[in-house]
Nanobody, 116 residues
């Protein structure tokens, strides 16, 4: 079974940092891009960042560009999202995602709350 497990969320002060991890299993990890999405309360889901299978290509939403960094360790089957200079508007549940053969798989999200 395809499984994605996000972790690393919590309460962070504005301007602070945290790192999310997405551990994957059940598919050939090295062959697929992995994405991070987020959904704030009462809002539509938003694509945050994505990384190609080898890690060479990355994408960032304008709202996080310059503050977030995505990376992956294929040996550990894990994708990371380093989040710096956090703002209250970054508060959301963060999910990782992989698309396999036309099907989107979502992990259980992790809540990031940015508040003083």
């Amino acid at each position: 079974d395809v499984q994605l497990q996000a972790s690393g969320g919590g309460l962070v002060q504005p301007g602070g940092s945290t790192r999310l991890s997405c551990a994957a299993s059940g598919f050939i990890f090295d062959d697929y891009a992995i994405g991070w999405f987020r959904q704030a309360a009462g809002k539509d889901p938003e694509g945050v960042s994505c990384i190609g299978s080898s890690g060479e290509k990355t994408y960032y939403a304008d709202s996080v560009k310059g503050r977030f960094t995505i990376s992956r360790d294929n040996a550990k089957r894990t994708v990371y999202l380093q989040m710096n200079s956090l703002k209250p508007e970054d508060t959301a549940v963060y999910y990782c995602n992989v698309g396999l053969r036309g099907t989107n798989y979502w992990g259980k999200g992790t809540l990031v709350t940015v508040s003083s």
